[in-house]
């Protein structure tokens, strides 16, 4: 009968991780108990075999047919998951599921009708709730993005800590300047707004985008919350009357 | 390639450039379709099981959690796509009351010698969640801890059922006289 504490210290030995002292107790044990010395042989035989079946070359058309299958059903990563797909979790394309989609589609038109009826932004003065502090923190850099358009110029700096994400922007213009920020609602909370410093500025806010209009050259930051620890986005717009400037999105990780 | 590269590549991902997913594929396709095969045996349905990983893993490439390694999270939905395309064919019944050790399928011309074949063969025998921890120590060699989040299981017990998976795999070799115990 093998001893079960030498039954672990087998597996270790097999799996490379016995310590120096354990190696010269398990030689011993083998030594004196030739069951154990069989059991190990066997061990180390069928481990030997694992590792000396070889990898085999995938199919050729692999590859080809990954990517045709994401081009053919036009695939997106799921920055937001669709509509549709919150109504048809594992919809795929199917002539046969067509009166499904259909059923989805209207179903999906009425929700954004209603989803967008709940989403109205609100126009606020920069001022009271919105106002916050700079949140305490280590902040550290995650990217900066300089902003040299034809009539606005700038950069925003997008720094990471724990829970929050602060967003420190600075801007001049001779014409008002839009500067949008839009995200998905179920990755980031808006917080506030901080280091203004003129009352020039108006925000509007909405559960997934906050808008602010100036004239000039302002600076302030911008406070979201991280509601999932996973890799999120911010969509930076930045417009002068109809005509944007300025376009990216931007990674929070 | 490191794993920050294949966040980059994730990060690119998401803003559209499909190159950067070409290159995710090439650079795993190999060992999730061999992870696949080695799970579910025949090749045309690791090939599915491989198809569907990588679609996934595009349409959820949001929901990557940039805390864990991109290669951990991709194998874990190899294991758990092998698991269920095993279950829908109720393959593991069939192959726990039918499947013999020395029979040969279209499949084993994948590996080359008759031992093999019974290596593969004495894996499919084994119980589904002790044929995952062996193929993910002994083929793709992680470590107790990556195992444990590519299963969702404590460290603790990913080590016991390898262990218990092992002396398995041994009582059926040595019932086909490939390890002998005398």
């Known amino acids: 009968m093998i001893e079960d504490k030498y039954i672990e210290i087998i597996n270790k030995e097999i799996d490379g991780r016995l310590t120096p002292d354990e190696s010269a107790r398990l030689k011993d044990y083998l030594s004196r108990t030739p069951e154990a010395q069989l059991f190990y042989n066997d061990m180390a035989k069928v481990s030997t075999m694992l590792s000396e079946l070889r990898e085999v070359d995938p199919p050729a058309n692999l590859k080809k047919n990954i990517l045709n299958t994401l081009s053919v059903n036009k695939y997106v990563p799921k920055s937001k998951p669709s509509l549709v797909k919150s109504i048809i979790p594992s919809w795929k394309f199917s002539f046969k599921y067509a009166g499904v989609f259909a059923t989805g589609v209207i179903l999906g038109a009425f929700t954004a009708v209603l989803f967008n009826r709940s989403e109205a932004l609100n126009s606020l003065d920069v001022t009271g709730a919105l106002i916050i502090n700079k949140p305490a923190g280590d902040f550290r850099e995650i990217s900066r993005h300089e902003i040299a358009a034809q009539d606005v110029s700038g950069a925003l700096v997008l720094k990471s800590a724990e829970e929050l994400l602060l967003a420190q922007v600075t801007l001049k213009s001779e014409q008002t300047v839009v500067v949008k920020l839009d995200f998905d609602f179920r990755e980031l909370a808006f917080q506030g707004l901080g280091g203004v410093d003129d009352n020039g500025l108006r925000a509007t806010v909405s559960e997934n985008e906050v808008q602010l209009s100036h004239l000039g050259a302002h600076g302030y930051f911008l406070v979201f919350k991280k509601k999932i620890p996973a890799l999120t986005f911010l969509n930076l717009t930045i417009m002068t009357g109809k005509s944007v400037e300025f376009q990216e999105r931007i990674a929070t990780e | ?182």
Request: contains cysteine; neutral net charge.
């Open chain 2, 1 to 182: 390639m490191t794993e920050a590269e294949d966040l980059r590549l994730v990060r690119e991902c998401l803003e559209g450039n499909i190159k950067a997913f070409e290159t995710i594929v090439d650079k795993y396709q190999k060992p999730i379709f061999n992870l696949a095969l080695r799970m579910v045996r025949a090749a045309e349905d690791a090939q599915d099981v491989a198809q569907a990983v990588f679609v996934k893993a595009y349409e959820n490439l949001a929901s990557f959690n940039v805390k864990y390694k991109f290669f951990s999270w991709i194998y874990r939905m190899a294991i758990n796509e092998s698991i269920n395309l095993l279950k829908q064919r109720k393959q593991v019944e069939k192959i726990n009351q039918n499947l013999r050790a020395l029979e040969k399928t279209p499949e084993e011309s994948y590996d080359a010698s008759a031992l093999s074949g019974l290596i593969q063969g004495a894996l499919m025998k084994l119980d589904i969640d002790y044929r995952a921890v062996v193929i993910l120590k002994h083929f793709e060699d992680f470590s107790y801890g990556e195992i444990g989040y590519i299963l969702d299981l404590p460290e603790k017990t990913v080590k016991s059922r390898l262990f218990t998976a092992r002396q398995h795999l041994r009582n059926l070799l040595i019932k086909e006289g490939v390890v002998a115990n005398d």
